[in-house]
């Protein structure tokens, strides 16, 4: 079975100060991992779709990388409008439609 | 842009009541999704549609659960008898392919069984 595992569960980053998230996946046959933001009572957001090893895609101050057994979320300069609970998700895809496993989340909480 | 709507954003039943939530899909997508999140757990797989029928459906997907396309641009979920650890949040999906496509989430549907 597909598992996903977010870390931190947490991060309090003052403006400015970088950091990145991980995600670590147990799948059988990446088929593309995708990270959402979700924001209190909403649903997820898609930021990012990452298709195979190496692969690289940014959005302002968002840049997510993949490896062969996980990807991180790199936060440059965050402002406060960046906080967000950050969510990656794995396909399991079968004839017809694609099951999102999601890990846990990494809540970040970006202080003025 | 196109987005995913739906409706109730929060419904209120009493346990054994059926609910109903409702979703629009962004119009030219083929592939239909609904997924849960209970307060502080992980959103969570329910079930998958396409071509009018259920491709796929996890546990949590008993028979108290349905899902239906009544026309060309609705797709709901049924609970026929609600029970106290069906409250949730209901998120709504739609994507436009199978793979490698992104999908597109509602705001969620917030159903309380009291």
């Known amino acids: 079975e597909d598992q996903v595992t977010q870390s931190p569960e947490a991060l309090r980053l003052q403006e400015g100060e970088s950091s990145s998230l991980n995600c670590s996946y147990t799948v059988s046959g990446l088929r593309g991992l995708f990270w959402y933001r979700q924001d209190p009572g909403k649903g997820p957001e898609f930021l990012f779709t990452?298709?195979?090893a190496g692969e690289e895609k940014e959005k302002e101050r968002l840049k997510a990388t993949l490896t062969k057994k996980e990807s991180f979320l790199h936060i440059t300069a965050p402002k406060p409008e960046d906080s967000a609970t950050y969510l990656c998700?794995?396909?399991?895809?079968?004839?017809?439609?694609?099951?999102?496993?999601f890990g846990g989340g990494t809540r970040v909480l970006v202080k003025p | 842009e196109p987005e995913v709507t739906q409706t109730p954003s929060h419904q209120v039943t009493q346990m054994g009541q059926e609910v109903i939530l409702r979703c629009v899909p962004i119009?030219?997508?083929?592939?239909f999704y609904w997924y849960r999140q209970i307060l502080g757990q992980k959103v969570e797989f329910l079930v998958s549609?396409?071509?009018?029928?259920?491709?796929?459906k996890s546990e949590i997907f008993d028979d108290q659960f349905s899902v239906e396309r009544p026309d060309g641009s609705n797709f709901t979920l049924k609970i026929r008898s609600t029970k106290l650890e069906d409250s949730a949040m209901y998120f709504c999906?739609?994507?436009?392919?199978?793979?490698?496509?992104?999908?597109?989430f509602g705001p969620g549907t917030r159903l309380t069984v009291t």
């Open positions: 549609f396409y071509n009018n029928e259920i491709s796929e």
């Open positions: 119009s030219n997508h083929l592939y």
């Open positions: 990452l298709y195979s």
């Open positions: 999906a739609s994507s436009e392919g199978q793979v490698p496509y992104e999908q597109y």
């Open positions: 998700a794995v396909p399991k895809v079968k004839a017809a439609g694609n099951k999102l496993t």
